[in-house]
């Protein structure tokens, strides 16, 4: 990704990325319609004007519905080009596309950040959940979704890789969860029942 940085080519990457991931989503839903994708973009895409036409193009592609597609922004991205985003995240809405924020609680204005730009969902930073069998870090996390849900944006907590963290994971109000202890990667996509 450094290389494709310097050559200015990170939005030819998210593209190309955007476009495939949703055409392998586009057959997963002609067995499970309800499959919705999560894509993770560099802030090249965050800054790209034409970004909701190609988002509307692909969510039509795949079948229309609001939810279908949720595009996601690092935090640190979101914090550098707060006025921007903020355009770019309320015309990606007005196309059905879903917005998330990677990292969340990278930043101590991270509950501002979203209160502005209005997500749809975040997804913690992996040192929240690091430590997260401490009392401290517990109740730090769990104030973090609390505020987060209050200004009703969704929490992902990933990184759950066993199952104490699992077990606190349950406690601490995400609405979803996501690590290599429900399943690991996989190069073909699964979809439970």
């Known amino acids: 990704m450094a290389v494709a940085k310097k050559h200015q080519l990170l939005e030819k990457i998210d593209r190309w990325v955007l476009i495939n991931a949703c055409k392998k989503i586009n057959d997963v839903r002609k067995v499970n319609p309800e499959a919705k994708l999560l894509v993770q973009l560099t802030n090249a895409s965050l800054v790209d004007k034409k970004l909701p036409i190609v988002a509307s193009q692909l969510i039509k592609a795949v079948g229309g519905t609001a939810g279908v597609l949720t595009l996601q922004f690092n935090e640190i ?7 921007v985003a903020k355009s770019q995240f309320s015309a990606l809405n007005d196309v059905n596309c879903q ?34 069998g401490s009392a401290e870090n517990l109740e730090t996390v769990k104030s973090l979704i609390t505020r987060t849900n209050d200004i009703k944006v969704d929490v992902l907590m990933p990184y759950i890789e066993d199952a104490a963290t699992m077990s606190v994971a349950w406690s601490v109000g995400a609405r979803y969860l996501q690590g290599y202890y429900l399943e690991e990667p996989s190069s073909t996509i699964k979809v439970a029942s």
């Open 77 to 83: 991205d979101i914090s550098d080009h707060l006025t």
């Open 99 to 132: 917005i998330g924020v990677n990292n969340f609680g990278s930043s101590a204005k991270s509950i501002e950040i979203a209160n502005f730009v209005q997500p749809d969902m975040v997804r913690l930073a992996r040192s929240y959940i690091q430590d997260i």
